[in-house]
Structures are given as structure tokens and as C-alpha cells.
């Protein structure tokens, strides 16, 4: 099939501007670790630092069991990148569970019953220690279970001592716990953001008169084909079954919340709020970029289907252009060998992980994207946003919904022909890709930071309005 050029309307949001209600927001995340988890990290403290721009008291919270030292260097990290506000606490369970005088912390020793927690059994436990080498909690591991976290495992809990004091019935009751303790402390309403599946199931049932939780969606909910009655991704299957208990689930597509809706019992709040790009003052320089460049700007995963866009590239069979592959990844070897396979080595070049993505795109004169499946495709919003032509698979989801206001070509996804047609006319086509070029920031305009916010602040109001689902 031949690449059609995407064109259309869209909008993310019909709410009304206005600022965030006086609340405190707690961005909650199982983890956030510089370079872990792609667009996941990124999208997080994105939104983080985008709500705290816009007056709003945001804390970050994360409930990775790593030690404070590992903390300390993930914070100062992303604050080296400009991803962390000085403003914006980032803060985790386990420093914060450690008692100055050893031992766990009061509100863990408080929140733990002294007899034997009744239930599952763990064969072996991880015992965290603080800077003197003092135990105050031991972790049950749970090996080969994907749902590890909704085990009622013991967590014990030792005293100053460095015995055993108490037990909490699982990483559920210790991570309520934590909150609860974190919310006492606030004042008026508090709105928690959940940015984790896993962290969402554990707290469905949580909450009182005050707390309103918004759970966040990042990825595809689906299984190959990926049509709209496509199996459910398992890990999902029992989420679904709990999805009305939040105050609002917040979709990245419109196109995704559509088809959830459609499916499923739409009783819960779906709402469509999208991962924000913030928009540059100013257009990037086309005299900047290098004729022929491509990129592609992606983790090395499985999923993004790399090989198909270096197959395509070389189909394409433009004289003089250029592959850059930005990223890493698992698949790294195997794409060596494909580049080495094909003699492509002049054309095809891997680059490795960038922190700079604009900088690379500022270059560029075409993004390629080869994804199977996308939660929104950041990587896409943020070509359009300094003027570069984007091709795509036409996948769930993202590039379909990003593209339909312009900027780009969307072919049939897997049709690797296509693909490469596409990219040999915009690359080959100067007047193509002067057009595309100039839709591109347009485009981007509907996913940016100020309209994700809008759309996030009429979500809140919602919820605080209503009584809570818990």
C-alpha cells in the first residue's frame, strides 16, 4: 500500500484553562532511575516539573529499596539534566523508614503488629541496613511471580536493636503505610498521582475523604494483533477489573481512551491527558540540518522494531543519507549484526543513549518511526516540535493521533515497502519536506506542556468535586 500523509484536526482536551486547585499533589512512582525505564522516567518527572511551573505543590515519591546513597546520586543526576525542580522533593520509602537511633522508623514500627503475620510465607528475605549496618526492614523475595507485589509475605520490622519487632502483611501494607504517613502531614485536599500499574492495584482500596487518586497510563494495554479486540496484556487483566475505583484514569490518546471505553464498562472517569513536550521560543534553524539525515530516537527494545526501519532506510536507497540510531538497549547486539549483515556500516550507525534529544533533531531532517505499539511516542512530539518531519507505522498508539494535524507520513503498519517509499519521497522531495516541516510545530502544539496541564487541572477539579470512588 501506498504511504498516505496524515492531515486532520485534533484536539487533546476541550476543558477550560485555569490553574491548579489549592491541593498538595503526590507524584507517585515505583521507581525513577536516570536512564531506566525510556519514555517512562521522562514522562514522570515531566510532569512533575510541569505542575510545580504552573504553581502547583508537587512531591515525588518512589518506593524503590535501594539506599539512600543510590538515592542521593538519582537526584542529583536528574537535577544535572534539568528533569528535577530544586523545589520538587524527590523522596523514597526506605530512606525515610530508617530511625535515626537504627531500627525502623516510628510510623513503620507503628503501622506493624507484633504477632506473626497470618498467610503467605517467604523462603528467603532481603534485609535493608542504614549507613551504621543496622537492619530496620527485610523484603520477602518472591522469585518468578509477576505479581510479587500483591503477595501478604511478611515484612518484618526490627527495632533499635536489630531485632525483630514486627511484621507488616506485605509490600501493600508497608507502601499504605508510608502514605499514610506522608498525607497526615499535609494539610487540606491532597490529589495522588499513580504512575505505576502495580502501585495502582495496591491502592484501589486506599484512601479517605480528603485524597483524591488519578492513575496515569503509559503503555499499550494490548497483546499482538493490537486491534481494538485484540487479548489483553495479562499483567492488565486485573487492573481493568479495578479501573473504576480511581478518581479519574488519565489516557496519553485519545484514540487509546476510545477503545477502552468502547470495550469495557465505562462507568469509571476516563479522561484523555497526555505526557506534555514543552514548546522551544523559537523554530530550529533548517539551515542546521543535514541533508539526508535520518534518526531514530527510541530504546532498543523488541517493541520498537528498529530492524524494520533499517531495512526500509536501505530500501529507500537515497544516495548520501544517513541512519543515526539514538538509544539503547537489549537489542543492540542483534542490530549490529543486521548492520553488519547488510555492509551498512557507512549508512547505519548506532549512537547510543542521548541526553539531548533536540540537539539530534535539531539535525535532522527526518524522524523514523518503527514502533509495534506506543503508549503516545514522545520521540514524536518532540521532532515536530523543532520542525522535523516525522514517518511512522500508523500503530496503537500515538502516531496516529500526533500526526493527524499534520508534520508527517503515517504508513501501514509492518508494510516495510511503504516505509521505505516514504522515506525516499520526503527525502528526495525538497518542497514535501519544507511542507511537513512547517505543520510539524503546529502539530506538536496540541501535546504540549501548557495544554497536557490544562487538561491534567480540569481532571483535578473533576475529581475534587465528586466524592471519592474508594
Not at 487509546?256 to 491527558?273: E, I, M, N, T, Y
Request: glycine share 10%.
Amino acid at each position: 500500500m501506498a504511504p498516505r500523509r496524515a492531515g486532520g484536526a485534533v484536539g487533546v482536551t476541550d476543558a477550560a484553562q485555569g490553574p491548579f486547585p489549592d491541593a498538595d499533589y503526590l507524584i507517585l512512582s515505583s521507581r525513577l532511575i536516570p536512564d531506566l525505564d525510556g519514555g517512562y522516567t521522562i514522562a514522570t518527572l515531566a510532569r512533575a516539573g510541569q505542575m510545580a511551573e504552573r504553581g502547583a505543590r508537587v512531591q515525588l515519591l518512589t518506593v524503590d529499596p535501594a539506599d539512600a546513597e543510590a538515592h542521593a546520586a538519582h537526584r542529583a543526576e536528574f537535577a544535572a539534566r534539568g528533569a528535577l525542580r530544586p523545589d520538587t522533593p524527590l523522596r523514597n520509602l526506605f530512606d525515610e523508614a530508617v530511625a535515626p537511633d537504627g531500627g525502623a522508623a516510628e510510623w513503620v514500627r507503628a503501622a506493624a503488629a507484633s504477632a506473626p503475620t497470618p498467610g503467605a510465607q517467604a523462603d528467603e528475605h532481603r534485609v535493608l541496613t542504614d549507613a551504621a549496618g543496622r537492619p530496620f526492614v527485610s523484603l520477602p523475595v518472591i522469585r518468578g511471580n509477576p505479581d510479587w507485589h500483591l503477595s501478604t509475605a511478611a515484612v518484618r520490622v526490627h527495632g533499635p536493636e536489630g531485632d525483630a519487632i514486627g511484621e507488616l502483611p506485605g509490600f501493600g501494607a508497608l507502601y499504605r503505610a508510608w502514605l499514610e504517613h506522608v498525607v497526615a502531614r499535609l494539610t487540606g485536599p491532597v490529589v495522588v498521582v499513580c504512575e505505576s500499574r502495580q502501585l495502582g492495584e495496591l491502592l484501589a482500596g486506599w484512601g479517605s475523604e480528603r485524597v483524591r487518586l488519578l492513575h496515569t497510563i503509559h503503555t499499550i494495554h494490548l497483546e499482538p494483533p493490537f486491534t481494538p479486540d485484540a487479548p489483553l496484556n495479562p499483567l492488565w487483566t486485573r487492573w481493568f477489573a479495578i479501573a473504576d475505583r480511581f478518581d479519574a484514569v488519565l489516557w496519553p490518546t485519545r484514540a487509546q481512551r476510545d477503545d477502552v471505553v468502547a470495550r469495557f464498562d465505562g462507568s469509571g472517569r476516563h479522561l484523555v491527558v497526555p505526557n506534555g513536550v514543552p514548546m522551544p521560543d523559537a523554530a530550529a534553524d533548517d539551515a542546521a540540518r543535514e541533508a539526508g539525515l535520518v534518526v531514530s530516537l527510541s530504546r532498543l527494545a523488541p517493541g520498537k522494531r528498529i530492524d524494520h526501519g533499517i531495512r526500509a532506510f536501505l530500501a529507500a536507497d537515497v544516495p548520501g543519507a544517513v541512519l543515526e540510531i539514538w538509544g539503547d538497549g537489549p537489542e543492540r547486539e542483534r542490530l549490529e549484526g543486521l548492520i553488519r549483515e547488510r555492509s551498512a556500516a557507512d549508512r547505519v550507525r548506532l549512537m547510543g543513549a542521548t541526553t539531548d534529544p533536540d540537539a539530534v533533531l535539531r539535525r535532522a531532517s527526518v524522524l523514523l518511526s518503527s514502533s509495534a505499539f506506543e503508549g503516545q511516542g514522545l520521540s514524536i512530539v518532540e521532532a515536530l516540535r523543532v520542525g522535523c518531519p516525522v514517518i511512522a507505522y500508523d500503530i496503537r498508539y500515538g502516531p496516529g493521533d500526533i500526526l493527524r494535524d499534520g508534520g508527517g507520513v503515517l504508513v501501514p503498519d509492518g508494510d516495510a515497502r511503504a516505509l521505505a517509499e516514504a522515506l525516499h519521497a520526503v527525502l528526495t522531495d525538497a518542497g514535501l519536506r519544507a511542507r511537513l516541516s512547517g505543520e510539524a510545530r503546529p502539530a506538536a502544539s496540541a501535546w504540549s506542556a501548557d495544554a497536557a496541564m490544562t487538561a491534567l487541572a480540569a481532571a483535578v477539579r473533576a475529581a475534587l468535586s465528586a466524592p471519592p470512588r474508594r
